[in-house]
């Protein structure tokens, strides 16, 4: 295992925990108390984390002949319902009266198994194939955002950490994404991108010479690239066209383009 897949499975771990501690003591009004996600519950939330957990431990394995007919068996459902079937899944998970400790037992297992992957060997998935260690920091990414719309449902105000960086950093690397999948041209030049970090430190990508910049708060480029504010509420300021344009349609998560968040 690598030294960066170590770190990012250690921060996933702390990001879980985090969530876990929060909703560890909920009662059922807790579980099923509506969140900023339409239709989403906080008890749909953990469920949707554990369906991905799972089967992202099922692609960690396919690499064995049982591994890959479990995995194909996913597959095979994801074909037959490709609009509905994550959600569907995620909902009958939510209604398991065991799924805070399914959840746990997912986590720990997936772990495991993307330490397991032999090194330079890439995991199949509902998209191009993916590196332990890009699994990894897509599960953080996904694990903190839900964990931002539990802690928003339940009226308490997350405490940011520098881990967060490793979902600022799979914001810019999907900056050509973004712009794909609404259609448009990826621009043609890096921007420069400086982030004040919650420790007060400044992360930053890109050429200094940049033509095109954003600055701002890390917290609020996190929050904008997972859709969970809009981008009237944040502090980020777009220098140069494209840059400007990035900011309205940014999304570190796959699939089709989300709908974002209501400015407040």
């Not at 002949?65 to 459902?77: F, H, M, S, T, Y």
């Not at 960086?165 to 420069?192: I, M, Q, W």
Request: contains cysteine; charged residues 25%; glycine residues 8%.
């Amino acid at each position: 295992m690598t030294d960066v897949l170590r770190t990012v499975l250690a921060d996933l771990a702390a990001e879980g925990d985090r969530l876990d501690a929060l909703v560890t003591d909920l009662d059922d009004a807790g579980w099923h108390t509506p969140t900023p996600a339409a239709g989403w519950d906080v008890a749909a939330q953990v469920a949707h984390l554990t369906w991905t957990d799972e089967v992202a431990t099922l692609a960690a394995r396919a690499g064995t002949p049982e591994g890959k007919a479990a995995w194909d068996d996913v597959v095979l459902a994801a074909i037959a319902d490709p609009d509905g079937f994550v959600d569907a899944s995620a909902l009958e998970i939510s209604r398991d009266p065991d799924l805070l400790d399914r959840w746990r037992r997912g986590r720990k297992e997936l772990a495991t198994a993307l330490a397991e992957v032999p090194h330079g060997e890439k995991l199949p998935w509902f998209g191009p194939p993916m590196s332990p260690t890009s699994m990894a920091t897509a599960r953080f990414m996904e694990t903190w955002a839900h964990g931002l719309d539990v802690h928003e449902a339940l009226g308490v105000e997350p405490e940011e950490s520098t881990r967060i960086r490793h979902v600022a950093h799979l914001g810019v690397r999907t900056r050509n994404f973004a712009f794909a999948t609404h259609g448009l041209d990826k621009p043609a030049e890096e921007f420069r991108i400086d982030l004040a970090a919650p420790d007060g430190d400044v992360w930053t990508w890109g050429p200094e010479d940049a033509a095109q910049t954003v600055t701002g708060s890390a917290v609020d480029f996190c929050r904008l690239v997972t859709q969970r504010v809009h981008r009237s509420d944040t502090d980020l300021v777009a220098s140069g066209p494209e840059a400007d344009r990035w900011l309205d349609i940014a999304q570190a998560f796959a699939g089709p383009p989300g709908e974002g968040r209501a400015a407040r």
